[in-house]
Every structure is written in C-alpha cells, then in structure tokens.
C-alpha cells in the first residue's frame, strides 16, 4: 500500500510511542510537525524523522502532502483541532476523548459525515490480540454466559501543572485513563445484549479544583442482566490497568489490557480448568495505526467510527452529572 501521510499536532511525549514507533514500523510518513515552541517541534522533526516543521497546527493541517491528522494535544483541543483537520478535508486519528463532551462529539461525527473524511478516536486496545482474545473467550461460549466485568484504570497523580488537572482543558481521571475503562465495558455489547447503562457513579474531586474528579467509580448494567464495575483514579499509589471478565463458565483476566507491550497476559480459570496465554508485546499502537490505514487504503473494516465516540462521551457526560459534576466545557482555540 500506499505509505499513509501524516501530520502531527504538537510534540507531545505520547506521539513518540503512539505515532512515531508504528509509522517506522508500518512504513508511513511522518509529513510534517508544528507546536507551541517551534525549537520544540524542530528538535521533535529531527528526533523522530519527521520531514518538515511548520510554524503552527494550521500549517500542518493545511500541508497539501498531510492526508491523514494526528492530534495528541490535551483533551480539551482535540474536538477544536478535529473540527479544523475535518474542514480541510483531511482524516483524523485522535487521541482519547475526541472530544470534551457528547455535543462536541457530534460535531466532530456530523462535520466528518459531511466531508467524507475518516475520524477514529485512539481506543488502541481494542487492535491488540489481548482485547480481542478476550472477546474470543466470550465468542466461542468459553467463559459461557456473560456475567459480571470489571474494569479498572488507576494510576499515580501526575504533577500539579499538568493538563490533565485543568477542567477548562477537558481534564480529569475519567478523560484521561477512565475513558478506556468505559469504553471497555461498551465494546462487549455483542455478549451483553446490548450496550450497558450506567446504574451509579460517585467521584472525588482533585483538592483544590473543583470540578475536577481525582477518581470516578461507576456501575454498569447490560440488557441481558449483566453487571459491570468501572474504577478509575489519578491519584493511586501504583498503575492498575486491568480487565476481568467473568462468565457463567469461568473468567478471564488480562492485567495490562491497555499497555501489553508492559504485560501480554490472558489468565483464564474455568470450572474445568487454568493456564495463562501470551499473545505478544507488540504494541497497541502498531496494530492501530496498521487498522486505520487499511481502512483508509482498501477499505477494510474498522471496529469503531465517529458515532462510537459520540456513544463514549455520552456514557463519560453521564457518568459526571450521576456523580454531582458537570460535563467537561468545550474549549475554544
């Protein structure tokens, strides 16, 4: 296939493993860079081999080499910069959350409808063979019926000055790592006959920013009767990113199902029996940005869209008004 043609907004440190790793290891092009400092993007372009350095994300955007948007900026600027990347006609491939609420979500969904133009929010989990082997288990009636799920996503504070604390930059413990906690518990509808319902949700705030969760727990409910429980923090001793599955037959647990190039893992116990699976630490970024090109070059199918975003933030927005706090505001550039 055609090398995919990148443009890159900001030089954020996930870019390095997101975008930068699986664009070498796939064979795209990193086209173009720009961020706030331009001695930061230059100093990015020669570190990781991007092209050329533009002076701001417009440029980038507007490159006529750029086909393809990845925006890694702090979650309140992606929706504002999707939105941009979308009117000039170009494909997005966007951190986690697309957006910092369920109006803005649809937006984005709407005006790439309008375009013609692919948006894919960055759920890289879901590519990897950790994911989709537990999927499998519950395909092939392994763990029999589904029962119960837990997810959680739990790690130590990040530094006072950073933007994931800043409620007008869309940030929070759910924004930032319960987002993939959610979307977890969303991407088993086909076992739980249907999409789950948040049942309650309770949160603390961050000490002095109001508004701001420090941790959320939420409980889910599927159509079929099955439960699950959401647990996610900013402000835990140690990182828990794990994923347990429990069925009538027996459960599956994977103890790094958002990071497996750190843990590889599926450990499943069934009534008749135990053993433990590896399926590789390759990166989740790899095999997503691998996904989003095949979809871009022949079509291949991809397990989520613009309109999965927009069911993401709306369960996230509920989780927030359940627990006494307010969506995230929109931002503006």
Known sequence: MEPLRIGILGAARI?????????????????AVAARDTDRAAAFAAEHGVERVHAGYDDVINDPEVEAIYNPLANGLHGPWNLKAIAAGKHVLTEKPSASNAAEAAQVRDAAREQGVVVMEG????????????????????????QHVETTMVMPPPDDED????????????????????????????????????????????????????????????PNGATGAVRTSMAAEEVDFSCRIIGTRGEAFAPGFVLPHTDDRVVV?????????????????????????????????????????????????????????????????
């Open 15 to 31: 870019a390095g493993r997101a975008i930068v790793e699986p664009a070498r290891l796939t064979g795209a092009r990193l086209v």
């Open 123 to 146: 759920f890289h989990y879901l590519f990897h063979p950790v994911t989709r082997r537990l999927h499998e288990l519950l395909g092939k009636g392994e763990l029999g019926e589904l």
């Open 163 to 222: 933007p994931r604390w800043s409620l007008a930059l869309a940030g929070g413990a759910v924004m930032d790592v319960g987002c993939y906690a959610l979307h977890a518990q969303r991407m088993l509808a086909p076992w739980g006959g249907g999409a789950p319902t948040l049942a309650s949700a309770r949160a603390g705030e961050r000490k002095r920013l109001p508004g701001v969760d420090e941790w959320l727990n939420a409980d889910l409910v599927f």
């Open 269 to 333: 116990t069934t009534k008749e029996d135990n053993w433990v699976e590896q399926l590789g630490r390759r990166s989740s970024y790899t095999y997503q940005l691998e996904a989003f090109t095949a979809h871009l070059r022949e079509g291949t199918p991809l397990p989520i869209d613009a309109d999965d975003a927009v069911d993401t933030m709306e369960l996230i927005d509920a989780c927030y008004r359940e627990a006494g706090l307010q969506p995230r505001p929109i931002s503006t550039l």
